[in-house]
């Protein structure tokens, strides 16, 4: 299995979340794809070692009342909704800022906008924030992902951790942060995500449970 996303609540009046405490840090690719539920305003910081801030470029997503895309262009529709998840991307590649719809990256036919940047910043973190509270399902970039080995009807013992709710790609990144974590159990069922020390041949037959430990 690959963890390919993970979830992220933003905090309201545009409390940050560094994705750098999730693992994520900008690649050579120059690029971040995620889906977003908020009713307005939700922006991306993309930040740099340069300067007294440390803020390279600031992108907002659903301002002016969910009107607009910044870098100041005006959109018609609403961009963002605050009862499902819309898809976007954001490229700095080179110095040329591009935001778009959905999660093909550089896709000039989905592009919202794009500016070019005369003198390019180098992009060292990522952060996110919204007016209101928002939800991100932030997508891992190639490279960046973890791997597990998934073992139907079996548990392993003893149990670090433990919570209800989860969906087995959540409980792979916790699994994947926890530092003590090499495996985790997983039970559909009650979405029951334990997370564990054992190792593949020490997992035992339970019929509720899939085990799963990194490789």
């Known amino acids: 299995m690959i963890v390919k996303h993970f979830n992220i609540t933003t905090p309201k009046d545009y409390g ?35 300067g ?5 470029y600031q992108i907002g997503i659903g301002s002016n009342a969910n009107k607009c895309c910044d870098i100041r ?42 500016w070019d940047d005369p003198e390019p910043l180098n992009i060292t973190e990522i952060k996110l924030s919204s007016k209101p509270e928002g939800s991100c399902i932030v997508h891992y970039p190639t490279g960046n992902t973890v791997k597990y080995t998934k073992a139907s009807e079996k548990r392993g013992t003893p149990v670090l951790l433990s919570n209800v709710g989860y969906n087995v790609v959540e409980c792979a990144f916790r699994c994947h942060i926890e530092p003590e974590c090499i495996s985790f159990n997983y039970k559909e069922s009650s979405k ?24």
């Open 16 to 50: 940050r979340v560094n994705l750098s405490d999730y693992c994520i840090k900008p690649t050579t690719d120059s690029s971040f794809k995620f889906e977003a539920m908020a009713s307005d305003n939700l922006w991306v910081s993309l930040i740099t070692d340069i």
């Open 52 to 56: 007294v801030t440390g803020i390279g």
């Open 73 to 114: 262009r005006g959109i018609e529709n609403n961009l963002l909704d605050s009862s499902e998840y819309r898809p976007f991307w954001i490229s700095w590649r080179d110095g040329k800022i591009e935001v778009g719809y959905g999660l093909i990256v550089r896709n000039t036919l989905s592009r919202l906008i794009v």
């Open 192 to 215: 029951m995500c334990e997370l564990s020390q054992a190792r593949f041949s020490e997992a035992t037959h339970d019929a509720l449970y899939n085990f799963y430990s990194e490789c």
